[in-house]
């Protein structure tokens, strides 16, 4: 594969992310996850959680977004949800997976997107695998603050996303049952379970002469080396 000179961005929904600006992100490739559309319109975007889609209020509010991006990935579990099948071309439903040998989750990194995505227990890894697939083997992250406030996850902290004004709906917790709502690894476990994942990525990523650069203003996750995005930047 012919790789870009240029890093690709991946953007998380950390506040770190309120250190960023729409403006800097448009000089770069960009893929980003869940409801990051609310706040900015990435190249790629990928959803898998099923509490973003459930009701006909989220999927309009994605379906109002689709169009300004040029790839959208959803999980193939998030497709039942859907009250309509006109989607844009554009749009692919992928199956998101974990494979397992023993019980134990396998440390595997996708390398044909088009057919099967490990899940890794983040859409940071599922991004990091359409990135590499779209031939940026260098990559720079925004955004990842890498802390989980409970083990409900912070998908369902309502403070954490109103800070990077990026809220998702609270309402599934409980009442059905779906989305990240039921984690089956408690905060520190689940920590260390994405740690792990992010490793399996850096060793592909150095495999394939590239990088993948940690840029979030603040982080707990320690497995990629720090670095300015801004350094990258076209102009």
């Not at 999980?75 to 997976?97: C, K, M, Y």
């Not at 890794?120 to 802390?147: C, E, F, P, R």
């Amino acid at each position: 594969m012919i790789f870009h000179s240029e890093p690709a961005v991946v953007i998380c929904n950390g506040p770190s992310l309120n250190a960023v600006n729409n403006d800097e992100l448009d000089q770069f490739y960009t893929l980003g996850q869940n409801r990051i559309y609310l706040r900015y319109n990435p190249d790629t975007l990928a959803l898998g959680d099923d509490c973003m889609v459930f009701s006909p209020e989220l999927q309009t509010s994605l379906l109002e977004a689709m169009p300004l991006s040029e790839d959208v990935v959803l999980a193939s579990t998030v497709e039942r949800f859907f009250l309509r099948d006109d989607l844009p071309e554009h749009v692919r439903f992928l199956n998101w997976v974990n494979p397992k040998k023993d019980g134990e989750l396998m440390g595997v990194f996708s390398i044909n997107p088009a057919e099967v995505l490990v899940a890794g227990g983040s859409t940071t890894y599922v991004l990091l695998q359409l990135a590499l697939s779209k031939g940026y083997n260098k990559v720079l992250i925004v955004g990842m603050d890498h802390t989980f406030v409970g083990p409900e996850g912070d998908h369902f902290s309502e403070e954490y996303n109103k800070l990077v004004g990026i809220p998702y709906e609270m309402e599934t917790r409980g009442r059905y049952g779906l989305g990240h709502g039921n984690w089956p690894f408690s905060q520190k476990q689940f920590v260390a379970k994405t740690n792990e994942f992010f490793a399996i990525a850096k060793r592909v990523f150095d495999e394939n002469g590239g990088w993948i650069r940690n840029c979030s203003s603040y982080t707990e996750c320690d497995v990629f080396d720090k670095d300015e995005w801004r350094f990258y930047a076209k102009i």
